[in-house]
Each structure stands twice: as structure tokens, then as C-alpha cells.
């Protein structure tokens, strides 16, 4: 067994271990953790596969940020793991089917011909002159520009979707008309009183 195909399934086989940790892990914290670890796994394989921006796109963005905001925003919030895992049960059929979906879906796509080592070979040694960021630059505003941009516009949509649910109105909370403090007139706040002057 070579150097590089030993490597590939123990960066394989923790990416897994992790992947399950994640989704059984009884803390938020724990299982956010876990999947830091799953980041630096799947970074690694990336690197095996000669896409070094890839992999250090994953690391800084996923790991240096989203995963720092999320564990942030799970340790400031305290959230109540009992109160989450109320009704787990009765929802337990939906989740499995939809996971016995999910699980015939990868079979079907992983299993076909567009994988495997007939269909994608492993790539052949880049030369000097080959920028790994030129070429998915290349691809990503040519032949992936459509879904590209589409991505984009999902992810707007969920971000307004989020504002949009966090903004919900809540009972003791002040809200402050942004037109009314611009429309204010000196007439409205400020009233000028006359007042007779007062000898000692």
C-alpha cells in the first residue's frame, strides 16, 4: 500500500468518526468540536487531491470563522438540551425515513458510473505553470456561472429569511420609528418658555 492511499483512509476513516460524532453527541459544544475536526479531515483529503486553495479556503473560512461564531453563539446562549429533545420520538419515523432516503440517494450516486476509479481517475502531477485558484476561477464565471450565481441568490434568501425570524416582535421591547426621527421638527421638541425675570 502506498504512502498517499494509507494516508487517505485514516483521513478517511476520522473524517467518518467525526461526521457520526457530530449527529450523536449529547453537547452542542462537544458536537461543534467534532465537527472542527471533520473540517480539518475533509482539508486534508482536499490537499491528497492537489487543491490546495480548496483546502485552506475550508480551513480559514469554516473552521477560523464559522465554526468560532457558532460555538460562540452556543456557549453566550446556554441553550436547554432537555427542552431540545422534547418530542424526539414522535418525530423519530419521519427523521429515519428521511434518512433511509437520503442514505439510498448516496448509494445510487456514489455507486453508479460517474464514480469510481474508471470514471475519475486519479489526476495527473500539475506542472509549474498550473494555478489551482486560476482554473476554479476559470470554471466557476464559464461553465458554472449560472449555478454559481444561483448559489449566491439562495444564499441571500436565507439570510434575509434569517433577519426576517430574528426580528420577530417580543413583548417589552422598544421599537423606534427610523421615518419619525427623521421627519422631527424643532417645533415638536423644543418649546420655548417665557419667563418674567425675579429681583432679589
Known amino acids: 500500500m502506498e504512502f498517499k492511499t494509507f494516508v487517505f483512509y485514516v483521513l478517511a476513516a476520522i473524517l467518518i468518526f467525526a461526521s457520526l460524532r457530530v449527529i450523536t453527541a449529547r453537547n452542542p459544544v462537544h458536537a461543534a468540536l467534532f465537527l472542527v475536526l471533520a473540517f480539518f479531515n475533509a ?8 487543491a490546495e486553495f480548496l483546502a485552506i479556503t475550508l480551513v480559514l473560512v469554516y473552521v477560523g470563522a464559522v465554526m468560532v461564531l457558532f460555538l460562540f453563539v452556543v456557549m453566550m446562549l446556554d441553550i436547554n438540551v432537555e427542552r431540545l429533545r422534547q418530542g424526539f420520538w414522535s418525530n423519530l419515523p419521519v427523521g429515519g425515513l428521511v434518512g433511509i432516503l437520503l442514505v439510498v440517494q448516496m448509494a445510487l450516486v456514489l455507486g453508479g458510473r460517474y464514480f469510481g476509479l474508471e470514471a475519475m481517475p486519479e489526476p495527473p502531477p500539475a506542472t509549474e505553470a498550473y494555478s489551482n485558484t486560476r482554473e476554479i476561477g ?6 458554472y ?9 439562495v444564499l441571500l434568501v436565507a439570510m434575509v429569511a434569517a433577519v426576517t425570524l430574528t426580528l420577530r416582535k417580543r413583548k ?5 420609528n427610523p421615518a419619525e426621527q427623521v421627519s422631527a421638527k424643532r417645533e415638536d421638541r423644543v418649546r420655548l418658555v417665557s419667563m418674567p425675570s425675579e429681583k432679589e
Open 43 to 50: 482539508s486534508g483529503l482536499w490537499l491528497l487531491l492537489e
Open 172 to 176: 417589552g421591547t422598544r421599537y423606534i
Open 138 to 143: 476559470r470554471l466557476l464565471y464559464t461553465e
Open 145 to 153: 456561472v449560472y449555478p454559481f450565481e444561483l448559489a449566491s441568490l
